[in-house]
Nanobody
Framework: VQLQASGGGLVQPGGSLRLSCVAS????????IGWFRQAPGKEREMVSC???????GYADSVKGRFTISRDDARNTAYLQMDSLKPEDTAVYYC???????????????WGQGTQVTVSS
């Protein structure tokens, strides 16, 4: 599975962005998808994840502001980010793995990152 993340950019505080993660290869619907982010000098952290059965999970820092979804027919997962804050600034990555877990070590495939910058 190869993953391609896109949709990052510069946005003002309070604004919105939608990230996309397009997968090539087969069996996309078999995998859980996780969105992670990494800010300079910080460890990579899970933002949100969605299982193959579409169960979702969120980091406390983004609950109520971010929404994860997937369209298996399009081999694509999304991360809708609303009410963005400067502390959301980071490189965002999507990943595919067998289970929707928080540890990045348990994901098998990674996309390249997309930069999200929240600043006025």
């Amino acid at each position: 599975v190869q993953l391609q993340a896109s949709g990052g950019g510069l946005v003002q505080p309070g604004g919105s962005l939608r990230l996309s993660c397009v997968a090539s290869g087969s069996d996309f619907d078999y995998y859980a998808i996780g969105w992670f982010r990494q800010a300079p000098g910080k460890e990579r952290e899970m933002v949100s994840c969605i299982s193959s059965s579409h169960s979702t999970g969120y980091a406390d820092s983004v609950k109520g502001r971010f929404t994860i979804s997937r369209d298996d027919a399009r081999n694509t997962a999304y991360l809708q980010m609303d009410s963005l804050k400067p502390e959301d600034t980071a490189v965002y990555y999507c990943a595919a793995g067998r289970l929707p877990v928080t540890s990045p070590k348990l994901y098998d495939y990674w996309g390249q990152g997309t930069q999200v910058t929240v600043s006025s």
